[in-house]
């Protein structure tokens, strides 16, 4: 079968075709493309939903005919539309969910609606295999962190979860406080880097607590009067800087990794996948790796490309529920909130 993925649910637009085989379950990647709204977004210091929805609009239908047009496919070829349905931002929702049907409509394909999360839940199955099941996936993005026991397709259980802000989000205001550009995670990564994490103490939200959950909001604060005790961002020179992005980098990373540790070991599913755009930070990573073997836990990566928002882990997730006959509802709306 052909899978056309199409995904719009915040700021990257994008598009991919997937072939899989329904019975013997293997499948490839066969074109994709993401164009990114990140430098229109940029100058307002986040996304602005009104923006992204025309950005969208503007980039889905000559995205579509380029990726058919290269990878040689005509509509009577695809078997299956796959589309974003939700979480994420409503208009953006809606312009992709609305283009897919009216695809669907005109050259008579159904379209099957995607949750965003089980497509990043599921990515590391894009380009390799899908760990054995069950496993434990931390996924965590600008607008998500969670963590969450996989025991099929289709059975996904959130066992921790943020409170408040999502460990992106917290890179993102964080990097605001020290004048960064958005998004504010690569930045600190990379000054992170040059830096001191132990010059400025931070706060391990909810190490502590005996549970899987997280709290991002109060280690943004904490940033805030760090900042402000060493005399105001201005007093700051560039070593100031990349010792503080080193400090915010230890802080969530170190919450991130043993709490997901525990979970694998609380679960009894001695396997981790990381997915989402934070997964892209290479210290979260090593950190993850080294901890895990020393707990014989497997860690699963997705390809870079594929940790951050994609069209391929639509397409792939609708081959998933495809082949194990996972319900699909009849009707259904673009939904911006939508438990998992
Ligand atoms: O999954 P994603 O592309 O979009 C959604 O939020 O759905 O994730 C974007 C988030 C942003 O908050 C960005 O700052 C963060 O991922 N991010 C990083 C890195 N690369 C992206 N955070 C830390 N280190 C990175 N290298
Ligand atoms: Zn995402």
């Known amino acids: 079968m052909i899978f056309l993925g199409i995904e ?12 899989g085989d329904i019975s013997s379950g293997d499948g490839k990647l066969i074109a994709e493309q993401v164009a990114s709204q990140i430098e229109t977004h940029a100058r307002f210091g986040g996304v602005v939903p009104e923006v992204a929805s025309r950005e969208h609009l503007a980039a889905l239908p000559p995205m579509v005919e380029s990726l058919m047009q290269d990878a040689g496919f005509t509509f009577d070829q695809i078997d299956q539309i796959a589309v974003t349905a939700g979480p994420g931002l409503m208009g953006a929702l809606l312009v992709g969910t609305s283009y897919a049907r009216a695809l669907g409509m005109v050259h008579h394909i159904p379209v099957m609606p995607i949750h965003h999360m089980e497509g990043h839940l599921l990515a590391p199955g894009i380009d390799k295999l899908l760990p054995e099941f069950p496993f434990i996936t931390l996924l965590v993005s600008g607008g998500h962190t969670m963590l ?12 921790g979860q943020t409170l408040d802000d999502a460990a992106g989000e917290c890179f993102d205001k964080s990097a605001r406080l020290l004048g960064l550009p958005y998004p504010g995670g690569p930045e600190i990564a990379r000054l992170a880097q040059q830096g001191d994490a132990k010059r400025f103490t931070l706060p391990r939200p909810m190490l502590q607590k005996d549970n899987l959950h997280f709290s991002f909001s109060g280690l943004k604060t904490a940033v805030m009067y760090a900042v402000k005790n060493a005399g105001g961002i201005d007093s700051f020179d560039a070593q100031a800087i990349s010792d503080m992005a080193a400090a915010i ?4 990373c170190e919450v991130l990794v043993k709490k997901s540790i525990k979970a694998c070991i609380q679960e009894d599913a001695p396997r981790l996948v990381i997915a989402g755009g934070v997964a892209a930070n290479r210290s979260l990573r090593e950190q993850l790796f080294e901890m895990a073997a020393r707990k014989q836990i497997e860690v699963h990566l997705p390809d870079p490309k594929h940790c951050t928002d994609n069209a391929a882990m639509i397409a792939y997730a609708a081959f998933q529920r495809a082949r194990f006959g996972v319900h699909i509802p009849d009707v259904w709306d673009a939904q911006p909130r939508w438990s998992l």
């Open 8 to 19: 719009s649910s915040c700021d990257e637009t994008a598009v991919a075709l997937y072939e």
């Open 148 to 159: 969450v026991r996989v025991d099929g397709i289709g059975s996904y259980s959130i066992v």
């Open 249 to 252: 980098e230890s802080a969530i």
